[in-house]
């Protein structure tokens, strides 16, 4: 089965300017994750979907992040404006379950620098 | 909240040498443990998991051994080969996390040939 496709995988930008990642599950997943793993650390979650609704997007920085899933598919992560601080590599996941065991599947990632 | 750290940030082996990585939990709600394998520029891969209602699982050269009691966990590979070089998350799930996979720091792995 085709995995997770993430774009773009890298992108430069200045502090105070806007980027959009985009992601495209694995076919039948329901559920969706947006993770961000800055250098050196483990990826941390910033929102989860299930189908177009958030189940949990208590680690988003609401005030500059955005994230949508209009239809139950596709997904895209809107940074709006950047920080220093955002620059880390942009993970998107799936799984077939909601809840329970739940092997994720991960996409390459979408690398940020903020200059 | 649910924390997830690793014993040793960096572990170097030789190639046929037996690895073993350790992970520590602090939410005793936890009933979900996953190993993650993480190369250069790619996203993680899953190794293994394990779920609360046992101690031990085997795959093709890891095991995954949880121990409740301590909130510890360990991801064992024998032979340990070249390809193995990465970095290794564990992460955790449970109690009304609705899936949400909680990672640790991570270990990376160096296999000297």
């Known amino acids: 089965e085709a995995g997770v496709a993430q774009s773009p995988r890298y992108k430069i930008i200045e502090k105070r300017q806007s980027v959009a990642f985009w992601c495209n599950p694995i076919s039948g997943h329901a559920t969706l994750y947006w993770y961000q793993q800055i250098l050196g650390q483990g990826p941390k979650l910033l929102i989860q979907?299930?189908?177009?609704?958030?189940?949990?997007d208590s680690q988003l920085p609401k005030d500059r992040f955005s994230a949508e899933r209009l239809k139950g598919v596709d997904s895209t992560l809107k940074i709006q404006p950047a920080k220093l601080e955002d620059s880390a590599v942009y993970l998107c996941?799936?799984?077939?379950?909601?809840?329970?065991?739940?092997?994720?599947?991960f996409g390459a990632g979408s690398r940020l620098t903020v200059l | 909240g649910e924390s997830v750290g690793l014993h040793l940030p960096t572990l170097s082996v030789q190639e046929g040498d037996n690895s073993i990585i350790n992970c520590a939990y602090s939410n005793s709600a936890s009933d979900y443990f996953i190993w993650y394998k993480q190369e250069s520029g790619k996203g993680p891969q899953f190794i293994i998991d394990?779920?609360?209602?046992?101690d031990k699982r085997q795959g093709q050269r890891v095991t995954v051994l949880l121990n409740k009691t301590v909130k510890h966990l360990s991801l064992q590979i024998a032979a340990t080969q070249p390809g193995d070089s990465a970095v290794y998350f564990c992460a955790v799930a449970g109690g009304t996390s609705y899936g949400k996979l909680t990672f640790g720091q991570g270990t990376i792995l160096t296999v000297h040939p």
């Open positions: 979907f299930q189908n177009n609704g958030v189940v949990d």
């Open positions: 996941a799936s799984s077939f379950q909601v809840s329970g065991a739940n092997v994720l599947t």
């Open positions: 394990i779920r609360s209602n046992m």
